[in-house]
Every structure is written in structure tokens, then in C-alpha cells.
T-cell receptor, first 114, second 115 residues
Framework: AQSVTQPDIHITVSEGASLELRCNYS??????LFWYVQSPGQGLQLLLK??????LVQGIKGFEAEFKRSQSSFNLRKPSVHWSDAAEYFC????????????FGTGTRLKVLA | NAGVTQTPKFQVLKTGQSMTLQCAQD?????MSWYRQDPGMGLRLIHY???????DQGEVPNGYNVSRSTTEDFPLRLLSAAPSQTSVYFC??????????????FGEGSWLTVV
């Protein structure tokens, strides 16, 4: 079955520390991969996406993610976390081509300590 | 630059009442969908549409109806609200992949409480 796993429900880091949020997927073929961020009481904002090509993708707000086909992973990273990064982060996959059926992970809530 | 617009943002319903969550997009996207978000469960697809006049069920369709009479609008109807439908609802739209490459755009969400 197709699925997305975010193994960390909560993560706490200190401001200025580095961050890595994990995402693993189970899919028949290499899907399109996404990371979204949701601030409290807000909708979802796209951070970055991978369709093909360079496996290291850059996104907004200083985030990047690396696609590793052998590990079926798409981990999100940031070298230095800011207090404003506290939010919930969702990994999602979608089949290649035009699509409406995204599969989301259950999310990782990030807390940033001052 | 409206994008995806959902109304209302907050709603309290009594069990058994019906209501419609409105969703409109101005990006001429073919695909529209409704998700619900519950703690610890991520977003789950309720219904989706691949174009005007075409709708289909997602993962959790029971208790909800949709229609797509125009490209722009995709309302979600709760027929007889139940406490289990207390959730945050997100409308989303995306293209067929030939232009913006599958990015899905979300509305800001509708917080629904059924008492």
C-alpha cells in the first residue's frame, strides 16, 4: 500500500541548531515529493518539491531536502533554525503527472527553544 | 491574487444539522479536492474532482457530498453533521501537471465543531 511515514511526532531544537525531519515513503514508482509547513491556525504552505533531476532541492525559508531513492526517503533539513520555524511539517507524495491524490504523512511538530 | 478561498473559517453545528463549506479557486485548475485534518492523522482525502461535472470519492467520503458545476467552485456538503466530523477542512486545487507541475494549493482551512 502507498504510504508516507514521518517517524517523529514531535521534535524540539534550540534556536540556531540544525534540523532534520525524516520522511519515508512506500510507493510503486518514484513519486513526486513535497514538504509543507503549517503554522498554528493557518493553512499549508509549500516549502519545496522534488519531481526529477538533482536529488538535493532547495526551498523557501532556508530549507532543503534530499531525495534518496535507495532509502525511499526525502528528509528535510535546515542548517540553523529560527524561532519562527516552530510549526508542523508535512511530507507528501503524489504520482508522477497531473494529480489530485496526494498522500500525506501524519506530520512532525517542531518546537524551537530560545 | 486570491488563490484558493474557503468560507466560513469557523463554524459550530449541532448534531444533525446540515451545512456547506464553500471553496473557490481563481487559477483555472482542473483538479480540486477536500481534505480533513485530525490530530495525529495528517490530511485525509474526502472527495475530489478532476474537472467540472466530475467528482469521485477519496479515503473518507462518508457523510459528505460534493458537486462541481463550474471549474472555479467545489462546495462540500455535510448532510447530517455528527461529532465525528469535528475537524479542520482544507480545500485544495492543482493543475493537470502540464503547467505548474502538480503543486497543490491549499485554502486557509475551515474549523468545524459539531456539538
Amino acid at each position: 500500500a502507498q504510504s508516507v511515514t514521518q517517524p517523529d511526532i514531535h521534535i524540539t531544537v534550540s534556536e540556531g541548531a540544525s534540523l532534520e525531519l525524516r520522511c519515508n515513503y512506500s510507493y510503486g514508482a518514484t513519486p513526486y515529493l513535497f514538504w509543507y509547513v503549517q503554522s498554528p491556525g493557518q493553512g499549508l504552505q509549500l516549502l519545496l518539491k522534488y519531481f526529477s533531476g538533482d536529488t538535493l532541492v532547495q526551498g523557501i525559508k532556508g530549507f532543503e531536502a534530499e531525495f534518496k531513492r535507495s532509502q525511499s526517503s526525502f528528509n528535510l533539513r535546515k542548517p540553523s533554525v529560527h524561532w519562527s520555524d516552530a510549526a508542523e511539517y508535512f511530507c507528501a507524495v503524489a504520482p508522477p503527472g497531473g494529480t489530485y491524490k496526494y498522500i500525506f504523512g501524519t506530520g512532525t511538530r517542531l518546537k524551537v527553544l530560545a | 491574487n486570491a488563490g484558493v478561498t474557503q468560507t466560513p473559517k469557523f463554524q459550530v453545528l449541532k448534531t444533525g444539522q446540515s451545512m456547506t463549506l464553500q471553496c473557490a479557486q481563481d487559477m483555472n485548475h482542473e483538479y480540486m479536492s477536500w481534505y480533513r485534518q485530525d490530530p495525529g492523522m495528517g490530511l485525509r482525502l474526502i472527495h475530489y474532482s478532476v474537472g467540472a461535472g466530475i467528482t469521485d470519492q477519496g479515503e473518507v467520503p462518508n457523510g459528505y457530498n460534493v458537486s462541481r458545476s463550474t471549474t472555479e467552485d467545489f462546495p462540500l456538503r455535510l448532510l447530517s453533521a455528527a461529532p465525528s466530523q469535528t475537524s479542520v477542512y482544507f480545500c485544495a486545487s492543482s493543475s493537470d501537471g502540464r503547467t505548474s507541475g502538480n503543486t497543490i494549493y491549499f485554502g486557509e482551512g475551515s474549523w468545524l465543531t459539531v456539538v
